[in-house]
């Protein structure tokens, strides 16, 4: 199994590791600490030699009540940093939904589209299939980022998510874009209670049925705050490489995350076990 992407055919046969990169003064864990181009650039650095195999570059907070960014201050945001990313020789996936900025850092080099609208703002499909080979990860979010948690789904949540990710792959797929480029990731947190997200892991395995490869981002997020009473995110470092092992074992072939060092280490553990 492997995930095509602008550069790189990343070989999932071994799990990877995703690097979050967060160019904004507001995320929910890390806010303002790599807000500059240059601390953010020294931030991949970090990652890169902490063992990430994806850098994750996002210009926005998606955490539950975040603002709008502007398309203008979301570009001056991202693209230097995309520039020098592109030159340290790994994937550069952005974490975007505007489709001016996925062209844009497209256009520049970027390996990867991590969309939490699962492209469903204006011509960001068109946008993402015209390129010929970007790797996409397509995200299940409920309502807005705005909204999400102040109205959660209800009940089971296993069959409507895996259903709306069914459709948004096969929206893109009808548009020509290959199989091979696609990941889908449940959205741990986006519009789901705290049970809602540990069922979705319970049952994880149960969306590889779409014939994927799963992208799990589990770190440092508010449920694993719930069950360990780690109120600060972080303060959540086990509890986050916990779950990303679970969302391994169940089948995650990536999985983003603040703490790249541990997670390797905890992946190198895995990998030692599941070997025998």
Known sequence: MHWQTTRFQIDLSRPQVMGIVNVTPDSFSDGGQHASSTAALRHCEQ??????????????STRPGSPAVTLDEELARVLPVVRGAVGLGVPVSVDTYKPEVMRAVLDLGAD???????????????????HPGCGVCLMHMHRDPQTMQAAPMDGDVLVPVRDFLQA????????????????????????????????????????????????????????????TGRERPADRLAASVAAALLAVDRGARVVRVHDVRDTVDALKVWRAVAAV
Do not use: C, H, M
């Open 47 to 60: 990652l890169l030699k902490a063992g990430a195999d994806i850098l994750d570059i996002g210009g926005e």
């Open 112 to 130: 990867i589209v991590n969309d939490v609208w699962a492209l469903r703002r204006g011509d960001a499909l068109q946008a993402v299939a015209a």
């Open 168 to 227: 948004r792959a096969q929206a893109l797929r009808a548009l020509g874009v290959g199989a091979d480029r696609i990941t889908l990731d449940p959205g741990i947190g986006f519009g789901k209670t705290v049970a809602q997200n540990f069922s979705l892991l319970t049952r994880q395995s149960e969306l590889l049925d779409l014939g994927y490869p799963l992208l799990a981002g589990w770190s440092r997020k508010s449920s694993l705050g719930a069950v």
